[in-house]
């Protein structure tokens, strides 16, 4: 059986354009979803720093992950996705980190 691998991407974004965020964040939740993988949500500002952004989703293996990143800068609807971030500004700078679960046995 193949490890999960959840990949959680750190967002500092720009307030001002919250609602690009989550335009952004709307269609990449769509787009992981259609391509095999499982998004568990952005997490936005609340209270406290109003700047950080937080997503999380999850793939089968780190190779279907692989086969779903070869999309970006090629496939029109990714490269869409990244036209609303590049336009707007609403992220100033983002951090991916790669993680396994530990799940509870009983």
Request: charged residues 25%; aromatic residues 14%; proline residues 5%.
């Amino acid at each position: 059986m193949a490890a999960v691998i959840t990949c959680v991407v750190h967002y500092t974004i720009d307030p001002a354009q919250i609602e690009a965020f989550e335009r952004f964040a709307r269609t990449w939740m769509r787009l992981v979803a259609r391509h095999g993988g499982v998004h568990h949500g952005y997490f936005l500002p609340a209270e406290g720093a109003s700047d950080r952004a937080e997503a999380l989703f999850s793939f089968e293996s780190l190779a279907a992950y692989e086969q779903y990143r070869a999309r970006f800068g090629v496939d029109p609807e990714f490269v869409a996705a990244d036209r609303i971030r590049d336009e707007s500004g609403c992220v100033l700078r983002y951090e991916r980190t790669f993680m396994r679960p530990l799940l509870p046995t009983d």
